[in-house]
């Protein structure tokens, strides 16, 4: 099979973690818990706590306390609430990460998609307005590019998206980049265009449940190796013009893409030069967040293969509609504005997700 | 000048006026006033009644009845109410006009365009869905086209917009088009690209107050003429590829405009026909209304001229960033599958428009 919907991956709880990493951040998580488990968050404090020096100061310690908000952000009076506790001034920037993501589900439902992942952006651009709190983190996609015309892919790409939900992203990335034009002096945004985590974080604590088969590659053969589902795969399409004819796309650790929020959200900051050089006053830009390095599907199986010590069977069928040959990403641009680079290499993210797996073989509910 | 933001107008009453005139339909106006008299729809129902034939039923007195609705669509439970007084099955289908429609404005308070354009759409279109409402005609405009590469313009012309506004018009037709694709045996959608309408209704009883400077050609042409502004005109560039290098703007009649809603939700009905061809399940398309015939802004001020026997000053300036040199429609389409041709000249437009003018020269309110 082939990478067509997001990956599953709870990229929250470990941007929590990366941030918590630090010390230099307090956590307010804002979730409704659509897709999510709160002992997620529980497990990333727990895990901050542990990683906290025995001479930790109290605000040390503050730092591995998630103030955990379930709120809707589709609710005005519930985001508005979330901002009111802290005041005008009182939260320093969003890192928004909350959206309904699954393609194929998008095109059924699409006006669902619509509301809670650009009208609710709108609102929460709104509200976060209200109270000063004007620097935003927005997680997009590699979705935007559809069918690229180059690879790697350069963020210059033109802009075009196969389902409402790739719609979705480039919609808030306009949003947010024009209300970075028409505020110049207050806003600052950056859109982090995600192209596939994978693997967990390395202690096991903390990755996403299966529930029910998996629709990605990852999370499906970690399931198939654990016995959660029967050991038959489909490989969509051998004959594309990739190295092995299946297709390809650009994985990196999750952990990885976790830290490049950090950079983002630095480089937020006042004293930041990212905005330097831009064309026009408005200081909002997108950056590919990838390794650069593209892998196939029968690479992936292997991979998987070795890290699990499965013999997986696969059998190869038609190509599947909307699915790209491949999906790279051209990563230079992150890597030299932001100081970005995805380190962990493909062995690491099986290794990280089967640990994952074999310990929580039934999620956060086990 | 040219004519970079859109006509002030009131389309709105106008598309009344049209429905009421075939007394096939009892029309429920849905505003919030933002940007609109009352009195407007109380002379829209007055022109109705007086048209009504001696021998009226009751149903064609009840169709010069407007059920006027204050309501907001950025406010869920306002609409709703709406659709509840009919309950489900009782509206037949919407007309979906209401917007923002200020391009300069747009670029300094985007969010507010966002949220009462696209966010209030996609309300709009959720709570006419559990009504099962699921006919939309939707107010796009040829802004859509951005910069367009071919005059005339084909609807398959790729869409850009440069404005904040003119991007809510193409999220909204993607939104209504993503909506028919996911359900195309319920919904059915027809998106208009207006060009520019000019003129008013020729019983001078309806037409947009000039509060403030006019923005616009046509309306500051009729506000100088009348006296209400200054005898000085700035054209902003005659330099550009057109006949005589001013911009060039195709303008059609706004009662031609208002027919061609008729049409279209005609477009609607079960037994219609423009679907047929369609390249997909989905019964969605966009339509240009224009007259396919390009006017520059130095034959707009002369017709005017002619029209109020006033001879304008104007003074030639540098272009207007965002200004773009031709839109021109090709109205082939709308011709072909709707019947659509808009068939008033400039020296009506001209004349109505002054009609309307002298006879209401500080608007509804004098
Ligand atoms: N996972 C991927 O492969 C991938 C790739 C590219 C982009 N992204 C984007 O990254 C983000 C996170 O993805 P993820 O894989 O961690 O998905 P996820 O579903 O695990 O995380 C999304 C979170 O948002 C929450 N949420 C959704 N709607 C909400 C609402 N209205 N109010 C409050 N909370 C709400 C969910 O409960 C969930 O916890 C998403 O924006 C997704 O589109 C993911
Ligand atoms: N006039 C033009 O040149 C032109 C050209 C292309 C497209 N359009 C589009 O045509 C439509 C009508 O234009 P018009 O010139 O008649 O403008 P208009 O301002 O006269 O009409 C818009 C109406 O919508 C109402 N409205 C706005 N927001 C609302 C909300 N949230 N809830 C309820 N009502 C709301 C306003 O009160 C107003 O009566 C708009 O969608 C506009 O974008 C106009």
């Known amino acids: 099979m082939s990478a067509q919907d997001e990956q599953p991956l709870k990229v929250c709880s470990h941007v929590i973690f990366a941030l918590q990493e630090t010390r230099r951040y307090k956590v307010i998580s804002v979730d409704n818990h659509h897709n999510s488990s709160p002992k997620a968050l529980e497990r990333v404090a727990q895990i901050a706590r542990d990683n906290l020096p025995a001479n930790a100061s109290e605000k040390d310690k503050d730092s591995a306390e998630i103030d955990a908000q379930t709120a809707d952000l589709t609710k005005r009076d519930e985001i508005k609430k979330v901002f009111e506790k802290y005041g005008k001034g009182g939260i320093w920037g969003v ?75 480039i919609m808030c990335e306009t949003i947010i980049s024009d209300l970075c034009s028409a505020e110049p002096k207050r806003w600052r945004g950056l859109s982090l265009r995600y192209f596939n985590p994978g693997g967990a974080h390395p202690s096991g604590l903390i990755g996403e449940a299966p529930i029910g088969r998996p629709g990605n590659l990852f999370p499906l053969l970690g399931a198939i190796a654990v016995g959660a589902q029967p050991n038959t795969l489909k490989v969509f399409g051998n004959d ?47 950056y590919n967040l990838g390794k650069g390095k593209g892998l196939s599907v029968l690479q992936i199986i292997e991979a998987m293969r070795k890290a699990t010590g499965f013999e997986f069977k696969y059998e190869i069928v038609g190509r599947r509609r909307g699915d790209v040959p491949d999906l790279t990403a051209d990563p230079t641009l992150a890597e030299k504005e932001l100081g970005f680079k995805a380190k962990e290499d493909l062995d690491t993210m099986c290794r990280d997700l089967w640990n994952w797996q074999t310990k929580n073989p039934k999620g956060y509910d086990a």
Chains 1, 2 share one sequence.
């Open 95 to 169: 890192i928004h990460i909350a959206a309904y993501k699954a393609v194929g589900e998008s095109t059924e439902i699409p006006l669902t998609y619509y509301e809670n992942n650009v009208s609710a952006t709108v609102y929460l651009l709104q509200t976060a307005s209200e109270f000063d709190c004007t620097r935003i983190v927005y997680s997009s996609s590699a979705t935007v590019y559809g069918t690229p015309p180059t690879i790697p892919i350069p963020e210059t790409t033109r802009l075009e998206a196969h389902s409402p939900y790739g719609k979705t992203k």
């Open 240 to 286: 594309y013009p990739t190295p092995d004819g299946t297709c390809v796309r650009d994985y990196l650790h999750v952990l990885d893409l976790a830290r490049g929020h950090l950079l983002a959200l630095d480089a937020l900051a006042p004293e930041s030069k990212v905005f330097d050089n831009a064309t026009s006053d408005a200081r909002y830009k997108a």
